[in-house]
Each structure stands twice: as structure tokens, then as C-alpha cells.
């Protein structure tokens, strides 16, 4: 069996003890380091401080390190489709293609092309031998499980990963980082998307997509002020919407319920847990198996973003290959371009966009989006007669 094992260090604390752990196991470990995005000089961009903390971990573990530019496949396979689908009106999650398109595709293949056996991971994921072959499970620590960013990734390439750490809880892996002498060990975890960084979403996103201004309007049709573009706007989003108080109407902050893209319309709702912000279903799809193909309704549970807990709900596979979700009780701000992650228990059966929405009232889509203006309105009504 070739022992080489090609590790993604990427200057944090999870890959660096991924890292260790695998040398103490017995196999020849090299790190590769991976440069995804062209580094912006306004300082949000971390990948040069990253590189550097990568060398220090390789020349610790006493491993070679490599060094390799993934920035035009990323720019053209992600980042290329994140701006379509903001344009588009929807919301995506760039981080579910990074993995697929990126580190488990053009790195992996670097991987083997430096004669690696194995490529490994700081993933919080563990990818166990079932009775079919590999299957993608949870990690051992519940909060920091990344399953819901792999659910894309081909069980094949899964089947060639090594993930050390999904087995150990996140104190313990600071811990082994500092026992180990590793100069990572106390390192902040990154958040946000990788090529946004800490800077301003918006702002950030408006270098690349013009404005578009358009209506914003009530659920019932009043015009309350004008947006700057669909794009800037995510559903379940209180902040940036500038709508003060209405005569008339509930003493209550406004959140973002739909987007009516053939009208260019902003549709806002009062109140955190408004109707018209709970979806009782979704249609999802094509769905991306990790396990056999499912032709049968069944129950499992499903996450529509990460960190939400489990939802227990029912999946009905549909011919086309996409697959109707419902949940057993309705879920707020469920958000089309986003991901539903489907799970047996711990294991990972894999995932599909969100196309489409069912309202908790089973409205269907009319001219604004929602089933007409009655129900609609009746909704509205309902819910601001018992905020008031």
C-alpha cells in the first residue's frame, strides 16, 4: 500500500493536528498548502499570515510542505457561480463548491500527482466503511460537525480521504496542538466565506454585481421603500432594510419573506416568526446521493443551513431526481440557493439545492410570489392583529 499521505494544511489548528496525528500513526505525511483567491491589498485577505503559519506547523512536524494555486479554477468553477446565483436572486453557499470543485477535485488530483496514497483533511467529518463501501458520517463533536459543507463531494473521492480529527472533540484537538508544540495551537478558527473574509458582505459583493433598485412592499401590496438590488438581500434579514415606522401598523422590526424576481420586488413581513416566514416543504434537487439512490418516500432529518439542528421530516424522491422535503414542523427563513442536507441518524445520505418553497399556509406561487392576494393578505392580517 502506498503510506504517502498529502495533508491540506492550511495554517489552522484542525489540519495542523490532522497533520500530527497521521505521522503517529506511521504514515509519510507532506502538507500542501492551496491558495484559492488572488490576495486583495485592503486587509481582509489572511492567506499570506496563512502560508506562514502552514511552513511554521510543516517545519514542527518536520514534514515537506507544497505550494499550490487553485485561484483560477476557483475563480471560474465558485466563485463565477456565486455571483450567478446572487444575481440571480438566490443565495448560495459557496463553501459546498469549494470542497467539491477545489479541495476534493483540482487538489486531490495534485495530491496524486505528488504520489500521494491518501489526500486528509482537518475536517470535522468521518468517513467510515459501511457494508456498500465508505459512507459520510458526523463527527464525534456534535458543534463543530462540517458533514453539511461534504454532502457534495463524490463518495469515491470521500473514499480516498483521511479525516483524523472527526473523531476527537475540538478542546482536545488545542490541546494535542499544544502538547505537541505546534505554534497553531491557540490560532482563532476563520469564519465567513473563505474569499470574503471579516469585511462587509455587501459591500464586498457590490465590487462585482450593480445595483438594481426595485420596490419593497408589505405581503399586502403597500410600498414601504426601495431596495438596492435582490442580490444585496437574503430571506429572514432584519438589517440594511431602512423601513421605519408605519401608521397603522405594529410596532415591530421587518424582516425579508420573499423575493419577487419578474417584478424586481422586495416582499417584508413583520415580526421574527411571521407566517409568511415559515416554510412547511421544500423542493430540492437534482438530489446528490451518498448512499444508494432512494426511490420511496422515507423519514430521515434534513438541515437548511449549518449549525441548525436536525429536522425530523419526510423526503419524497421524485422522477426527475429532485426531491419534495416535508418537514414535521415548519422551519423559518428556509432560503432557495441553500442546501438541504439529508441524515439517518449521524450518517450524511446526501443533499440538494433548495428550488422552491411551501409556506406553513400551503400558499402557491402567484403574481408576488405567494398564492394571491387574499390569503396572503389574510396572513398578514392575522399575524399583525396578534402582534398589536
Given at each position: 500500500?502506498?503510506?504517502?499521505?498529502?495533508?491540506?494544511?492550511?495554517?489552522?489548528?484542525?489540519?495542523?493536528?490532522?497533520?500530527?496525528?497521521?505521522?503517529?500513526?506511521?504514515?509519510?505525511?507532506?502538507?500542501?498548502?492551496?491558495?484559492?483567491?488572488?490576495?486583495d491589498d485592503d486587509g481582509y485577505c489572511t492567506a499570506a499570515q496563512?502560508?506562514?503559519?502552514?511552513?511554521?506547523?510543516?517545519?514542527?512536524?518536520?514534514?515537506?510542505?507544497?505550494?499550490?494555486?487553485?485561484?483560477?479554477?476557483?475563480?471560474?468553477?465558485?466563485?463565477?457561480?456565486?455571483?450567478?446565483?446572487?444575481?440571480?436572486?438566490?443565495?448560495?453557499?459557496?463553501?459546498?463548491?469549494?470542497?467539491?470543485?477545489?479541495?476534493?477535485?483540482?487538489?486531490?488530483?495534485?495530491?496524486?500527482?505528488?504520489?500521494?496514497?491518501?489526500?486528509?483533511?482537518?475536517?470535522?467529518?468521518?468517513?467510515?466503511?459501511?457494508?456498500?463501501?465508505?459512507?459520510?458520517?458526523?463527527?464525534?463533536?456534535?458543534?463543530?460537525?462540517?458533514?453539511?459543507?461534504?454532502?457534495?463531494v463524490a463518495i469515491g473521492q470521500l473514499a480516498e480521504t483521511?479525516?483524523?480529527?472527526?473523531?476527537?472533540?475540538?478542546?482536545?484537538?488545542?490541546?494535542?496542538?499544544?502538547?505537541?508544540?505546534?505554534?497553531?495551537?491557540?490560532?482563532?478558527?476563520?469564519?465567513?466565506?473563505?474569499?470574503?473574509?471579516?469585511?462587509?458582505?455587501?459591500?464586498?459583493?457590490?465590487?462585482?454585481?450593480?445595483?438594481?433598485?426595485?420596490?419593497?412592499?408589505?405581503?399586502?401590496?403597500?410600498?414601504?421603500?426601495?431596495?438596492?438590488?435582490?442580490?444585496?438581500?437574503?430571506?429572514?434579514?432584519?438589517?440594511?432594510?431602512?423601513?421605519?415606522?408605519?401608521?397603522?401598523?405594529?410596532?415591530?422590526?421587518?424582516?425579508?419573506?420573499?423575493?419577487?424576481?419578474?417584478?424586481?420586488?422586495?416582499?417584508?413581513?413583520?415580526?421574527?416568526?411571521?407566517?409568511?416566514?415559515?416554510?412547511?416543504?421544500?423542493?430540492?434537487?437534482?438530489?446528490?446521493?451518498?448512499?444508494?439512490?432512494?426511490?420511496?418516500?422515507?423519514?430521515?432529518?434534513?438541515?437548511?443551513?449549518?449549525?441548525?439542528?436536525?429536522?425530523?421530516?419526510?423526503?419524497?424522491?421524485?422522477?426527475?431526481?429532485?426531491?419534495?422535503?416535508?418537514?414535521?414542523?415548519?422551519?423559518?427563513?428556509?432560503?432557495?440557493?441553500?442546501?438541504?442536507?439529508?441524515?439517518?441518524?449521524?450518517?450524511?445520505?446526501?443533499?440538494?439545492?433548495?428550488?422552491?418553497?411551501?409556506?406553513?399556509?400551503?400558499?402557491?406561487?402567484?403574481?408576488?410570489?405567494?398564492?394571491?392576494?387574499?390569503?396572503?393578505?389574510?396572513?398578514?392580517?392575522?399575524?399583525?392583529?396578534?402582534?398589536?
Amino acid at each position: 500500500m502506498n503510506n504517502r499521505v498529502i495533508v491540506g494544511l492550511s495554517g489552522g489548528v484542525d489540519s495542523a493536528v490532522a497533520a500530527l496525528l497521521l505521522k503517529e500513526q506511521g504514515w509519510e505525511v507532506q502538507g500542501l498548502f492551496m491558495s484559492n483567491w488572488e490576495e486583495d491589498d485592503d486587509g481582509y485577505c489572511t492567506a499570506a499570515q496563512d502560508y506562514q503559519d502552514a511552513r511554521a506547523v510543516a517545519r514542527e512536524l518536520a514534514i515537506p510542505l507544497h505550494r499550490a494555486s487553485f485561484a483560477a479554477e476557483y475563480r471560474e468553477r465558485v466563485f463565477q457561480h456565486f455571483l450567478a446565483e446572487h444575481q440571480a436572486g438566490r443565495t448560495p453557499n459557496p463553501d459546498v463548491l469549494c470542497n467539491r470543485e477545489i479541495k476534493f477535485g483540482v487538489a486531490l488530483r495534485h495530491a496524486r500527482r505528488l504520489g500521494a496514497g491518501r489526500f486528509a483533511t482537518g475536517h470535522y467529518a468521518r468517513i467510515l466503511q459501511g457494508p456498500a463501501g465508505a459512507e459520510l458520517h458526523k463527527a464525534r463533536d456534535a458543534a463543530k460537525d462540517q458533514s453539511y459543507f461534504l454532502h457534495a463531494v463524490a463518495i469515491g473521492q470521500l473514499a480516498e480521504t483521511l479525516m483524523p480529527i472527526g473523531e476527537l472533540e475540538k478542546g482536545l484537538v488545542r490541546e494535542r496542538a499544544r502538547q505537541a508544540g505546534l505554534p497553531v495551537f491557540d490560532k482563532p478558527d476563520s469564519t465567513g466565506i473563505c474569499f470574503v473574509g471579516e469585511r462587509p458582505f455587501r459591500e464586498f459583493l457590490g465590487r462585482f454585481l450593480c445595483d438594481r433598485p426595485g420596490p419593497i412592499e408589505s405581503a399586502d401590496g403597500e410600498r414601504l421603500g426601495m431596495h438596492r438590488g435582490l442580490a444585496f438581500y437574503t430571506l429572514g434579514q432584519r438589517e440594511g432594510l431602512k423601513i421605519g415606522g408605519r401608521p397603522g401598523r405594529a410596532e415591530l422590526p421587518w424582516f425579508v419573506a420573499r423575493k419577487d424576481a419578474a417584478r424586481n420586488a422586495l416582499i417584508v413581513v413583520q415580526g421574527h416568526d411571521h407566517p409568511l416566514l415559515q416554510s412547511a416543504a421544500l423542493t430540492a434537487g437534482p438530489m446528490h446521493w451518498l448512499s444508494e439512490v432512494r426511490s420511496e418516500p422515507f423519514a430521515c432529518s434534513v438541515k437548511v443551513r449549518y449549525r441548525q439542528a436536525d429536522q425530523p421530516a419526510l423526503l419524497e424522491p421524485r422522477p426527475d431526481g429532485s426531491v419534495r422535503i416535508a418537514f414535521e414542523k415548519p422551519q423559518r427563513a428556509v432560503t432557495p440557493g441553500q442546501y438541504a442536507v439529508v441524515y439517518e441518524g449521524d450518517r450524511c445520505l446526501g443533499g440538494a439545492v433548495i428550488a422552491s418553497l411551501e409556506t406553513s399556509h400551503a400558499l402557491h406561487a402567484g403574481p408576488t410570489g405567494f398564492a394571491g392576494a387574499n390569503p396572503v393578505r389574510a396572513a398578514a392580517q392575522r399575524a399583525e392583529k396578534t402582534a398589536g
